[in-house]
């Protein structure tokens, strides 16, 4: 299969893949993931003609571990909470033993536990955490829970932002558009909560609006060094 080269004309013509981009901002990750999928399920069932391809534009990432350091459990052993952190953090990222120099560069040399170890919190948990003569097994100083992420974290003006994307096929961009703005007003979103539709035409004219602003500064440009080389604004 022979991939289309992209010019810089094609890009200023169409710079997203995508023909209809609908944007959901809030702040808490898992709400404005359930949204995302309401809004998703809503478009099926709508079944808008020529709206093709509906889909997330986050996927979330499984087997992810958050763990907390419990305060009330370390003081009830005696033992300082942000000694358990580091010495946590140690076990999964290795203690620095030394360096050694590369011409300008530091290369550190990192004692690490065996990786199986490392990439598995059971036996994490089960490392024992020593002071003085204290040894206490690990996972009874803290709080651990399975959590799942996002690959990744978008922010338009300052605002956490999700995307729904979606193709287009023999309709056009304003139908596809009011269709779908006929669909977001069936959900009920609170003051601080944001969906907005926008398609290629949007995106089309930021592009020429960016790429008039270059020109006339250009012009001005030739102008201002004529104007040096001539002596004259005339």
Same mark, same amino acid.
């Given at each position: !299969? ?68 419990? !305060? ?18 140690? !076990? ?17 040399? !990192? ?11 059971? &036996? ?50 304003? &139908? ?59």
């Amino acid at each position: !299969r022979i991939k289309p080269v992209e010019s810089i004309f094609s890009k200023l013509i169409k710079p997203s893949e995508n023909d209809i981009e609908m944007k959901i901002q809030m702040e808490d990750r898992d709400a404005a993931s359930e949204m995302a999928d309401q809004l998703i399920e809503l478009l099926k069932k709508k079944n808008i003609e020529g709206l093709t391809e509906v889909r997330k534009g986050t996927e979330k990432l499984s087997d992810l571990f958050a763990v907390q350091i419990n !305060r009330e459990k370390c003081n009830t052993y005696g033992v300082d909470p942000g000694d358990v952190a580091a010495f946590l953090s140690e !076990r999964i990222k290795g203690t620095e033993a030394t360096s050694f120099s590369d011409f300008e560069k530091r290369i550190p040399v !990192r004692i690490v536990l065996p990786e199986n170890n490392r990439q598995s919190l059971t &036996k994490l948990l089960e490392l024992y955490y020593t002071d003085g003569e204290k040894s206490i097994l690990l996972k009874n100083l803290v709080d651990y829970r399975r959590d799942s992420a996002q690959n990744e974290i978008r922010r338009e003006g300052q605002s956490r932002t999700t995307y729904v994307f979606a193709g287009l096929n023999g309709i056009s961009v304003d &139908k596809a558009v009011e269709g779908i703005n006929e669909v977001i007003k069936e959900i009920k979103t609170d003051n601080d909560e944001l969906i907005t539709v926008g398609g290629a035409n949007d995106e089309i004219r930021e592009s020429f609006a960016e790429l008039y602003l270059a020109i006339i500064i250009s012009i001005l440009l030739m102008y201002m060094v004529l104007a040096s080389e001539f002596e004259s604004f005339l």
